[in-house]
């Protein structure tokens, strides 16, 4: 497709387990990211890939959390040990990139996944 | 984590009616935008702004980019019922130094629109 793809969109893990995040960004972006979005709030960044490369990862709220981009395209959160206080939606993003947009560096969002942690 | 201060909260109003909304920072943004989000779904980009004191429309709707970048507002004019939705600003540095553009947003304004 031509947008920002997220899967799965909804997630219910028990409280302790390991959940897998997948973001497959728009074609040829370089830019990710992944923002936590709480229920009433707006979003909040987690972490930012430019290509394979982690370059800031400030956001994440614990080690429990942890993102990858092994080969520069599909993006995967991983949230270890999930606990109640993890449950939110995690939104992905991703823009063509400083480099390619003269400062015009747009991001498109996916619809995101929902997780609850019971 | 920081978030911008969204104001109002929530809007409740009649079809046809003008809706403003506004937000500001302690902090300088060389970039602010507005998003709308709808139930189930990602924040969907509405206007980008680029430069202080920036005015940019797009249909219905007007934006400015205030003279000391910390602040910006979004105007509606002649709402219509599929206004409805969660409104967000959100402000931008640009890659220069290590926030990599990325996007720092408001609390968001939830928008009734009665018809």
């Known amino acids: 497709g031509a947008g920002v793809s997220q899967s799965p969109r909804y997630k219910v893990a028990k409280r302790g387990q390991d959940v897998a995040l997948r973001c497959d960004p728009i074609s040829g972006h370089v830019s990710l990211f992944w923002y936590q979005q709480a229920l009433g709030q707006g979003p909040e960044f987690l972490t930012y890939?430019?290509?394979?490369?982690?370059?800031?990862k400030s956001g994440l709220p614990s080690d429990r959390f942890f993102a990858e981009r092994p080969e520069g395209s599909v993006s995967t959160l991983k949230i270890q040990r999930t606990q109640q206080e993890d449950s939110a939606v995690y939104l992905c993003?991703?823009?063509?990139?400083?480099?390619?947009?003269?400062?015009?560096?747009?991001?498109?969002f996916g619809a995101g996944t929902r997780l609850s942690v019971l | 984590g920081q978030q911008l201060n969204q104001s109002p909260q929530s809007m409740f109003i009649q079809e046809g009616e003008d809706v403003s909304m506004n937000c500001t920072s302690s902090s300088i943004f060389n970039t602010w935008l507005w998003y709308k989000q709808d139930p189930g779904e990602g924040p969907v980009l509405l206007i980008a702004l680029y430069k202080a004191g920036e005015l940019t429309s797009n249909g219905r709707l007007t934006a400015q980019f205030g003279i000391t970048r910390k602040d910006s507002f979004l105007n509606i004019s002649a709402s219509i019922p599929s206004d409805v939705g969660i409104y967000f600003c959100?402000?931008?540095?640009?890659?220069?130094?290590?926030?990599?553009?990325?996007?720092?947003f408001g609390q968001g304004t939830i928008l009734t629109v009665h018809p």
């Open positions: 890939f430019q290509n394979e490369a982690q370059l800031d």
């Open positions: 959100a402000g931008q540095t640009n890659a220069g130094g290590t926030s990599y553009g990325k996007l720092t």
């Open positions: 993003a991703s823009s063509l990139g400083w480099a390619f947009t003269g400062g015009k560096n747009i991001q498109y």
